[in-house]
């Protein structure tokens, strides 16, 4: 495998001295750039699209060729694990995703078995394969999945959800069938993430994007307790490195502390947190990714430039931050919009990591 040209995102989740702050933005490869649009067209759909390993490819690199990224993200979708279950996962225009046979009671649940990462799901791993050969050592590829609770909201609910009753329904009404399911998909996740490793991946991510519509101790038995199953199980080396892992719950800014104790590196930070404030919680413990709003975007360059400036003023001197937006940049920005952030970040953060 090839060494790495530039590996400031790997140092900076370990805490490791760097000379700009790295930065990478969640859906980077995505609807805001022409060339992924005409490449989906070629493809067909979005699954077609993330189950040809040549396509998946060619996506996630489009972004690191307008722009100097830190790193590269997996092209891939969070429900390949439900649809890999068989649920039937497909996709409405307009609507999102949906599932022809979401999960309603316990023996839905024990119905459900543990995708193998190399059988069901080997077109992630030929993609994951593909995409390292053809990054040839520029940055680091991440890896990533849905956490447990995320995955199951969209099982239950059979789709995207605004109230989450299905769900909620089933934690309060039959927990051990929504604690069986979890356990399963904590199984399975664990296994894909260390199969994108054994794959060629260079990072983790964790996505836990319905973690905060939780109340506090129903996140940590229902959300938290699961994503600290898998950093358990998460395979910690590869090619003579450590393979580091970014936990990120959406509105989860009061859980700081109880997430960066599961022994993550990085616990990701959505744009309703301050981060000097997170930093001063959580800073001697794990990397912080994020964290400007990615409406933020739209604006004038000269206010972009200005948030990125007291964003990394918030973090301040020194390593252990990883530069993104809150969540992942909004399909009708401006790709020059999305270029002056990455500029700015880069050549803003130097004054931070002198000496």
């Keep these: ?24 933005m969640m859906r980077q490869a995505g609807r805001y750039l022409p060339e992924y649009k005409a490449t989906r067209a070629q493809a067909g759909d979005f699954m077609a699209l993330c189950k040809n390993a040549e396509l998946a ?48 009671c316990l023996a839905d ?44 909201t969209y099982m239950v609910e059979g789709g995207s959800s605004k109230a989450f009753t299905k769900v909620k329904k089933m934690m309060y009404a039959e927990p051990q069938a929504l604690h069986l399911l979890l356990d399963k998909l904590a199984d399975s996740v664990t296994s894909y993430l260390n199969a994108q490793v054994a794959a060629g991946a260079q990072s983790l991510m964790i996505f836990d994007t319905w973690g905060g519509v939780l109340t506090p101790r129903d996140y940590k038995d229902f959300s938290l307790q699961y994503m600290a199953k898998i950093v358990d199980g998460l395979v910690w080396e590869s090619e003579g490195r450590r393979v580091p892992v970014t936990l990120f719950t959406k509105n989860g800014g009061q859980w700081l502390e109880a997430i960066a104790a599961t022994g993550c590196d990085a616990v990701g930070l959505d744009w309703t947190i301050d981060i000097a404030d997170a930093k001063r919680r959580v800073g001697d413990k794990v990397a912080l990714q994020g964290n400007m709003d990615p409406s933020m975007l739209y604006a004038p360059i000269p206010r972009i430039e200005q948030e990125v400036s007291t964003i990394l003023e918030g973090f301040g001197q020194g390593s252990g931050h990883v530069f993104n937006l809150g969540h992942g940049i909004h399909l009708d920005v401006e790709p020059e919009h999305a270029g002056a952030f990455v500029e700015a970040v880069h050549r803003l953060s130097r004054p931070y990591h002198q000496g």
């Design 57 to 104: 490819c060619e996506v996630t690199l489009q972004p690191l060729r307008r722009f100097p990224l830190d790193a590269a993200i997996l092209f891939s979708d969070i429900l390949t694990i439900p649809d890999a279950m068989g649920l039937g996962l497909y996709f409405e225009a307009g609507e999102g995703p949906k599932f022809e046979r979401p999960v309603a």
């Design 1 to 24: 495998m090839n060494t790495l040209k530039n590996d400031r995102y790997l140092r900076a989740l370990l805490r490791q001295p760097v000379d700009y702050t790295p930065v990478w």
């Design 109 to 152: 649940v024990q119905k459900i078995g543990v995708p193998d990462p190399e059988g069901e799901l080997g077109y992630v791993m030929n993609a994951v394969r593909t995409i390292r050969r053809e990054l040839k050592g520029e940055v680091p590829l991440i890896g990533f999945s849905g956490s447990p609770w995320t995955l199951a």
